[in-house]
């Protein structure tokens, strides 16, 4: 198969491949990666790309069978072998034989058989969006070593786990989140592969998503075998480590104040301002009084928030699509009563009720009218994001003490508000069991690294150690 060179392979040619608009699980490889920082990545992306135009140098040959030869005359001249030692030898040799594993599919490259496991996700965006985005962090890392899938091997599956966790060079791989696609369709010179390097927990969670892919790709007769399959997977250090941090990833009291700041609303507050702090109001609750995901928010509706015998309840399909009911409270639903009003007060087009009826299609997140839904991830935790950051703002203006903690509430997130939401139950005296239920872990383990008690008995107990006087 003969290799056409990276630097041939314009920008222009790779913009072209990729503007024509596509479904989720309709892959059009990401081309000219980073072009403007690092053309080389452009032009391996943009390589790749061609393949989806069904070249022929691109496809990967079909299994054949291996060439037939006559066993019994080959081990019958092998020591002399005759009768039932060589009945046992014949048979010992067929099971030698390498199984021929059936070609079921028609696809003719990489990107193509990308496209076809993805088909199987349509029903679930989020799933989908973590399977493409890793599967092209892996094609692209592939096609910077010259090779295609079906010529990985285990050593470049132990090369790539490292390089998850140090994408090198930097300059090619790392830079700030932006979109692949621009809204036209064409490849956003800033978009790179990797904002940060992947934690030990990330990479663990990388391959384990890669490594389904690549054992359906086996099944289908795609490729010969999998090498991210032959991975260890023992825990290390570091992953105790990942698992750890998630009870300091919480929101404290400073962190509230300094929200509360900047959601109240002032005089001088324009239109947009107070359409922003509406939407912050509403969010802020739901993360922090359901522990949702963003995953989760971005899939659901209000009309998901039913009214129950118990009282209103939101029903939700989450992680792993395991359904649940989450109950909904006082101050949440005071929360949506008032963003509710509040988006028919300035789009009475909306005439929203101040309770969803069931099957309502209103998105949980919204534009700041109210006339479309926010659709990703990343649209959402940009908005929160935001909050964050403006309120890590204000720490710093109140004193250099609040420094430290400016600082960590400047690196907040969504799924914080999922940590505060655990930790905080435990901390009002939730039993651990019921906390789980409500966090909706399947592994009560998960939930009893949100309990902080032993931590407050251990620092009360230090506490009495005094320095000897002088």
Known sequence: MTKQPLEAISHSEASQA??????????SPPSAVGAAADKSLGDAAACLSQAIENKKDNCVEKESAPEDF?????????????????????????????????????????????????????????????YRKEAYRLLLWLESQGKQLVEMRYEDALA??????????????????????????????????????????SVRTALRGLNAWLVFLVDVGYLPGNPLGLLPRGRTKESAIDRQSRQHRVLTESHWQAIYQVLEPKSEDRPKQLKQKARWRW???????????????????????????????????GKGNKPAWIAINSDLQNALVEYRAFLSSISPQLRLSPMPFAGEMTALALSL????????????????????????????????????????????????????????????????????????????RTTMLYDHSQDEQRHQQLNRLKMPNK
């Not at 067929?94 to 990308?114: E, F, H, K, Y």
């Not at 928010?297 to 129950?308: A, E, K, P």
């Not at 655990?422 to 939730?430: M, N």
Request: hydrophobic share 40%; charged share 20%.
């Open 160 to 201: 790539y786990r490292n390089f998850l966790a140090n994408p090198q060079p930097a300059a090619k791989w790392l830079g700030c989140r932006h979109r692949m696609q621009k809204a036209d369709g064409s490849i956003n010179p800033k978009w790179k592969p990797f904002a940060t390097p992947l934690s030990q927990a």
């Open 283 to 317: 969010l802020i609750s739901l993360f922090y009084l359901t522990g949702l995901r963003v995953s989760e928010v971005i899939g659901h509706h209000m009309g998901d928030i039913r009214l129950s015998k118990s009282g209103w309840q939101m029903h939700v399909v």
């Open 369 to 444: 009218d109210g006339n479309r839904p926010l659709d990703s991830e990343r649209a959402v935790a940009g908005v929160m994001k935001k909050l964050f950051q403006l309120a890590a703002d204000q720490l710093r203006q109140q004193s250099s003490d609040q420094a430290w903690q400016a600082e960590q509430l400047a690196s907040a997130s969504c799924h914080w508000l999922r940590h505060s939401f655990t930790t905080d139950l435990l901390d009002a005296g939730v039993p651990l069991q019921d906390a789980a239920v409500a966090a909706r872990h399947s592994d009560v």
């Open 18 to 27: 990729a503007a024509s608009p596509t479904s989720d699980s309709d892959i």
């Open 70 to 130: 006559d066993r019994q005359t080959a081990l019958s001249r092998r020591d002399g072998l005759a009768g039932s030692e060589l009945q046992q030898n014949n048979r010992l040799a067929s099971i030698d034989m390498p199984a021929v594993r059936p070609r079921l599919t028609d696809v003719a490259n990489d990107w193509q058989a990308l496209s076809l496991f993805l088909e199987r996700f349509s029903d679930s965006p989020c799933t989908l969006r973590n």
